[in-house]
């Protein structure tokens, strides 16, 4: 269904290419067996997202193949299917594996708490796939307009309701799958639909979602999710009794915008109201059914839930869920998010096992001279009996340690000198950033391999404010689409041009406030120049408890204007504000 004036525009192209597709075929089998490239066409690359690939090229190379007059160095993106973040040893072992057989020799943690294999060329897709799924690993819905890898909160701590949560998530993720059988067909080589009769999709139909959707399980008082960045969000709700209540279900966030477009924004999800456990999948359904029938397909860039949300009102769109799912949402119940951060260390749980959360820089593994963080965590995989646990910060949680294996896995991370990673400062802990160049068709400019010398930068300002402690969210993205939710961040850069950022400032740190564009084109360097002061001020000037995002809210945000100012001179009257007290 769609309003009016979205009548009249006539439906994008994607929506031509999923019904078109035979429930996401298309000519994808020809295709990949084509060995006179190692591409395939736009239609076709549309398709594989939905079988969690993507075409990529190697842009660091791209002007100079193109200057020889060579095709561009094509390769495949895939995404792991892996809901709330968990995997066994024996995964991660073949995981391991194949990324130096069939991939880039590196596996990269997102900040959806899955695998990305770089670099698979056409021809390794399949032994990619079908080494995956000999334990029990696929890549379905991982990308495509359809239900994404759900989060659920990953840190076993001492919270006897984590299991519960993750079990929901575990459940929705494979209640909202796509049913057609074109990936076990394509990659798996199973039987065609017997006699060719039509595949289905009882839920999505023929033309699947208008855009991506995501869900995201969280449990108080953390907020490691971020919770108010997806599309739908569950909030668990503890009864007085100590056991799982319900949940409270949000609904319409996303972060994703475009530079220089209004009418594109991040934004916050609202609270929906408050279920029975039992009413997951129903409300889960209905959502995503509202979603699919309302959704804008004519514009790619207004077909989130959350514009159609923004569009139509949460009473209008509360009264459409109840009416799907037959369930009454009751009033949301009381709840407290304190923290995002990802617990780091040995921590022991109630069972009387440990866990360790290991810090990864941007969810990059991989070996490099003096830091072999591949090599150590196959060491660790090949005698761990517990689980492994991909957390929404691209870090790892080694979960299940028994008390005989804590000192043989201590041993290992001490040799590697990987123990060190942990206490390198709050805001390394807190920085998140997103893949970008060279694989990111997308990226305007870099973001995971300028990370490194930004934090180091900032580390010196820390040192001198004497916050190196300190927990202060920072997030970088090679462009606005927000992949590692920057628009949540208490400092967020996102790249406009090379080496040409938009600084925001002011979330709250646990993640309940969107930060607001404070300089719109900004280097690296001067953003530490111009931060640098403002870091001291907050160090001095803040309440007790204040966190870095709420003091600038408060101090130095302008109210109804950004800087516009750009270079170090141009600078000079805000940083001398900043020093000297008073809103820049
Ligand atoms: Fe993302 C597109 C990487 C989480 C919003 N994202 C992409 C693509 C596939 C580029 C493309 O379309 O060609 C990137 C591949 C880069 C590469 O080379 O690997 C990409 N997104 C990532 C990852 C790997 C970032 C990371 O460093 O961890 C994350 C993978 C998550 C996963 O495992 O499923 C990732 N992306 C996110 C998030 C965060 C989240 O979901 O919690 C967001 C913001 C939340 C949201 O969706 O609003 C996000 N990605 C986008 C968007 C903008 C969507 C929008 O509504 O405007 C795009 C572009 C698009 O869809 O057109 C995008
Ligand atoms: Fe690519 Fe932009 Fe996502 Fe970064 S934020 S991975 S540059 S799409």
């Known amino acids: 269904m769609s309003t009016t004036s979205e009548a009249a525009k ?227 709700i503890v009864g007085e009794d100590g056991r799982l209540a319900g949940y409270n279900v949000t609904v319409g966030g996303g972060q994703g915008m475009s530079h220089g477009n209004d009418k594109t924004y991040p934004r916050l999800a609202d609270v929906l109201g408050f279920i029975s456990p039992d009413q997951v999948n129903a409300i889960g359904e209905a959502v995503l059914t509202t979603q699919r029938d309302f959704g804008d397909r004519t514009d790619r860039k207004h077909a989130r839930l959350k514009y159609t949300i923004a569009d139509r009102g949460l009473t209008w769109f509360r009264g459409e869920v109840e009416r799907r799912s037959g369930v009454r949402l009751a009033g949301a119940r009381r709840f407290e998010f304190t923290t995002i951060q990802d617990p780091h260390g040995w921590q022991p749980c109630a069972d009387g096992t440990w866990f360790y959360g290991l810090h990864i820089l941007s969810g990059r593994i991989k070996d490099v001279p003096g830091w072999p963080m591949k090599t150590a965590l196959r060491e660790i995989a090949a005698l761990h009996t517990g689980d492994f646990r991909l957390t929404p910060s691209q870090n790892l949680t080694i979960s299940g340690v028994t008390a005989t294996q804590k000192p043989v896995i201590e041993a290992i991370l001490e040799k590697h000198g990987l123990a060190q990673e942990n206490a390198r400062g709050g805001l390394r802990l807190n920085a998140l950033s997103c893949v970008a160049l060279p694989t990111c068709g997308l990226a305007l400019g870099e973001s995971e391999r300028m990370l490194p010398s930004l934090l180091e930068k900032f580390e010196t300002v820390l040192d001198g404010a004497g916050l190196r402690a300190d927990a202060i969210s920072l997030r970088v993205t090679g462009c606005p689409n927000g992949c590692a939710r920057p628009y949540l961040a208490e400092i967020g850069f996102v790249a406009k041009a090379p080496n040409k950022y938009a600084l925001y400032l002011g979330a709250s740190y646990n993640g309940t406030r969107l930060n607001r564009l404070f300089v719109p084109s900004i280097t690296p360097d001067d953003a530490v120049t111009l931060l640098a002061p403002i870091i001291q001020r907050y160090a001095l000037e803040r309440t007790a408890g204040e966190g870095f995002g709420d003091w600038c809210d408060r101090v130095i945000l302008p109210r109804d204007a950004t800087l516009h100012s750009v270079g170090t001179k141009a600078l000079e009257p805000v940083i001398s504000t900043a020093l000297v007290g008073g809103a820049a």
Request: glycine letters at 6%; aromatic letters at 8%.
């Open 10 to 236: 006539p439906p994008v192209a994607n929506e031509g290419i999923k019904s078109a597709s035979h429930f996401l075929r298309g000519s994808i089998a020809r295709e990949v067996a084509d060995p006179s490239t190692g591409a395939i066409s736009e239609e076709s690359s549309q398709l594989t997202k939905f079988h969690g690939l993507y075409l990529q090229d190697d842009r660091d190379v791209r002007n100079a193949l193109k200057k020889a007059g060579k095709e561009k160095a094509f390769s495949f993106m895939l995404r792991v299917r892996l809901p709330g973040g968990r995997c066994t040893p024996a995964q991660w072992l073949l995981l391991d594996r194949l990324a130096d057989q069939v991939a880039a020799p590196s596996l990269r943690l997102t900040t959806r708490q899955t695998f990305q294999f770089h670099g698979v060329l056409k021809a390794n897709l399949k032994p990619l796939i079908r080494g995956m799924h000999s334990v029990l690993l696929d890549s379905i819905a991982a990308c495509g307009d359809v239900n994404r890898n759900v989060m659920a909160a990953p840190n076993p701590e001492h919270n006897p309701l984590l299991q519960q949560v993750y079990e929901h998530a575990r459940a929705w993720s494979e209640y909202a799958l796509p049913k057609t059988r074109a990936y076990h067909e394509i990659w798996l080589d199973d039987e065609l639909v017997a006699g060719g009769e039509p595949d289905h999709e009882p839920m999505y139909g023929a033309t699947y979602l208008p855009r991506k959707f995501k869900t995201g399980f969280a449990l108080p008082p953390s907020n490691d999710v971020d919770i108010f960045s997806q599309d739908l969000g569950f909030i668990a």
